[in-house]
């Protein structure tokens, strides 16, 4: 099993500013995922990010708003751009295995 | 397009008796994974159950059995015995596009969710 961390836990942000999330893998995996839980509601997936090439996004979101670095394989940032109130979410990173995803504890961001 | 549907919002059940969570969805795959994730406040997300979809037999985890109907896909979670620690966001996971049999791990779809509530 993958044991993931996620920094920061939460964050209080002005809007307009923008804030990069960590996520660090304690083993080597080839495919992270981004996901967005806004409140009250499911998990949409933002982006799958592949070490050594370019993020691939889900419809609906674009890398100038969710710009995305995999500089190695244990490590991947989200960054939100520009933030609105409506980015208010939990952004959680996951990792697959051949068994099942594992999730991070998720990084509460909330946007005034 | 891969869809899932959680019919029911909210779930009550009394500590110790037993309830069923429903999900379906829509895959044109034929062999793949079904997964269900709980997520307790803490918002960490806990796997508590996996099928395989070319497996006749459902999975049982402990008080945790799914009912899967492929040909309906129908993939429902009863929980046994129902304790004051199971209330949580429980997700029914079909994977997502392109998701072959020997990668469980391709990206998930998600279903709205379903909060269960246990009453002591």
């Known amino acids: 099993s993958a044991v993931i961390s996620q920094k920061p836990s939460r964050d209080i942000c002005q809007r307009g500013t923008s804030l990069t999330i960590q996520c660090q893998v304690d083993?080597?995996?080839?495919?992270m995922f981004w996901y967005r839980q806004q409140p009250g509601q499911s998990l949409t997936l933002i982006a799958t990010?592949?070490?050594?090439?370019?993020?691939?996004?889900e419809s609906g979101f674009v890398i100038d708003k969710f710009p995305i670095s995999r500089p190695n394989l244990t490590f991947s940032t989200l960054t939100v751009s520009n933030m609105s109130p409506e980015d208010s979410s939990i952004y959680l990173c996951?990792?697959?295995?051949?068994?099942?995803?594992?999730f991070g504890p998720g990084t509460r961001l909330t946007v005034l | 397009a891969q869809t899932v549907t959680q019919s029911q919002p909210e779930m009550s059940v009394q500590e110790a008796e037993t309830v069923t969570l429903s999900c379906t969805y829509d895959?044109?795959?034929?062999?793949?994974?079904l997964f269900w994730y709980k997520q307790p406040p803490s918002r960490q997300m806990i796997l508590v159950i996996r099928q395989e979809a070319y497996k006749q037999q459902n999975a049982t985890e402990n008080r945790f059995s799914v009912n899967f109907q492929k040909a309906a896909k129908s993939f429902s979670l009863k929980i046994s015995d129902s304790q004051l620690g199971d209330a949580a966001m429980y997700f029914c996971?079909?994977?997502?596009?392109?998701?072959?049999?020997?990668?469980?791990?391709?990206?998930?779809?998600f279903g709205g969710g379903t909060r269960l509530m246990v009453k002591p």
């Open positions: 083993s080597q995996v080839t495919m």
């Open positions: 996971a079909p994977p997502g596009l392109s998701a072959p049999l020997n990668n469980a791990g391709n990206m998930l779809t």
């Open positions: 996951s990792v697959p295995d051949p068994n099942e995803q594992f």
């Open positions: 895959t044109s795959e034929s062999d793949y994974y």
């Open positions: 990010a592949n070490q050594g090439s370019e993020a691939t996004y």
